[in-house]
């Protein structure tokens, strides 16, 4: 999803914050990027990415609820 676009339809739904985000392999390892947007002065409010080998994707999924606190601030 374009950033753009996001950030319309985020203030189309009246939120105040979106969280977008990037997956992707990189090399023999899987990354996933994201970050908290504040729509009304569209700037980024925090970043996190959790990155794990090819094949051990239960790590990643066993750290999101970290990566959720890191995104909180928390």
């Given amino acids: 999803v374009d950033e753009k676009k996001a ?12 969280i977008l985000g990037q997956f992707g392999a990189l ?9 908290r947007i504040d729509l009304e002065t569209q700037t980024t409010l925090s970043f996190g990415s959790l990155k794990c080998p090819l094949g051990k994707e239960d790590e990643m999924l066993a750290n999101l609820s970290l990566l959720a606190r890191e995104l909180a601030g928390k």
């Fill in 7 to 18: 950030v319309q339809a985020g203030k189309g739904l009246a939120a105040h914050q979106i």
């Fill in 27 to 35: 090399g023999k390892a899987l990354l996933l990027q994201v970050k």
